[in-house]
């Protein structure tokens, strides 16, 4: 594959090293990445294929891009989350009507990544609601107290 022509300026990039890209950090394992320097955009490549490993990103991407992966995550790492990772991957494949094979997060745009963010926030909106309605709801009436549980199933208690 030839080195990625920039999305943003059309030029073509160039391999830089981490130490390039992030001069005030410390590589943690060597890596390599292919940069356009004017619009401080890039991506890393692997360091055998040079293939690059997704889509060039500038820094409103690189952005929107770890708020995605923070909110992908929370679908089967977070502590409700009863979905695998290729689980997760499949339901978010089916909200952004892709298949499975072309929905991969490193390769979203901007308004990929927008579009994502929504849908997975109004999705955990939905369930946040739905497990509020999962609770026990309890009401009283004088004595009686009426609990409707988890399972729909109704309770009265009438205390002598
Ligand atoms: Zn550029």
Same mark, same amino acid.
């Given at each position: 594959?030839?080195?990625?022509?920039?999305?943003?300026?059309?030029?073509?990039?160039?391999?830089?090293?981490?130490?390039?890209?992030?001069?005030?950090?410390?590589?943690?394992?060597?890596?390599?990445?292919?940069?356009?320097?004017?619009?401080?955009?890039?991506?890393?490549?692997?360091?055998?294929?040079?293939?690059?490993?997704?889509? *060039? +990103?500038?820094?409103? /991407?690189? $952005?929107?891009? #770890?708020? &995605?992966?923070?909110?992908? !995550?929370?679908?089967?790492?977070?502590?409700?989350?009863?979905?695998?990772?290729?689980?997760?991957?499949?339901?978010?494949?089916?909200?952004?009507?892709?298949?499975?094979?072309?929905?991969? *997060? +490193?390769?979203?745009? /901007?308004? $990929?990544?927008? #579009?994502? &963010?929504?849908?997975?926030? !109004?999705?955990?909106?939905?369930?946040?609601?739905?497990?509020?309605?999962?609770?026990?709801?309890?009401?009283?009436?004088?004595?009686?107290?009426?609990?409707?549980?988890?399972?729909?199933?109704?309770?009265?208690?009438?205390?002598?």
């Amino acid at each position: 594959m030839p080195q990625p022509q920039c999305p943003y300026c059309g030029r073509p990039t160039q391999l830089a090293s981490f130490q390039e890209v992030y001069p005030e950090l410390q590589a943690p394992e060597p890596r390599l990445y292919y940069r356009c320097a004017p619009c401080d955009a890039h991506i890393q490549c692997d360091l055998q294929t040079l293939r690059p490993q997704g889509r *060039l +990103a500038n820094p409103q /991407l690189r $952005q929107l891009k #770890r708020q &995605l992966h923070a909110r992908f !995550d929370a679908l089967w790492k977070g502590p409700h989350s009863t979905l695998s990772r290729s689980a997760a991957h499949r339901f978010l494949a089916k909200l952004m009507e892709m298949p499975d094979a072309a929905c991969q *997060l +490193a390769w979203f745009d /901007l308004a $990929q990544c927008q #579009r994502a &963010l929504r849908l997975l926030g !109004d999705q955990q909106a939905m369930q946040a609601a739905g497990q509020r309605q999962a609770r026990p709801v309890r009401s009283r009436l004088g004595n009686t107290i009426v609990t409707v549980r988890r399972s729909r199933s109704i309770v009265i208690d009438r205390p002598a």
